[in-house]
């Protein structure tokens, strides 16, 4: 079982930058898509951003269209590590932050971390 440790949570202004880490336990960029998704007080899971490792230095990421042009998702497949850069923060981008991983092949994440508060003030 892949456990998944986010770090690198806090608080911010609007407009300042935080950037996300998640570790996993083990080599997953070969088996898994990792992504990251938030939570907002009263809201539903909402997907942020995700990579998969297409070999050697090559990383394909999709990114909700909120975050597009402002967060960038990277991955280290020797440190078995995805962070999510996150620049221009909005009070809008407050919430919890998770990583999770899922199979390539499907379209699920099936591990999750235990999540990093984002609050971005005023």
């Known amino acids: 079982q892949v456990q998944l440790v986010e770090s690198g949570g806090g608080l911010v202004q609007a407009g300042g930058s935080l950037r996300l880490s998640c570790a996993a336990s083990e080599p997953t960029f070969s088996r898994y898509r990792l992504g990251w998704f938030r939570q907002a007080p009263g809201k539903e899971r909402e997907f942020v951003a995700a990579v998969r490792w297409g070999g050697g230095s090559v990383y394909y990421a999709d990114y909700a269209d909120s975050v597009k042009g402002r967060f960038t998702i990277s991955g280290d497949n020797a440190k078995n590590t995805v962070y999510l850069r996150m620049n221009s923060l909005k009070l809008e981008d407050t919430a919890v932050y998770y990583c999770?991983?899922?199979?390539?092949?499907?379209?699920?994440?099936?591990?999750w971390g235990q999540g990093t508060q984002v609050t971005v003030s005023s």
């Open positions: 999770a991983a899922g199979p390539v092949s499907s379209g699920d994440y099936t591990y």
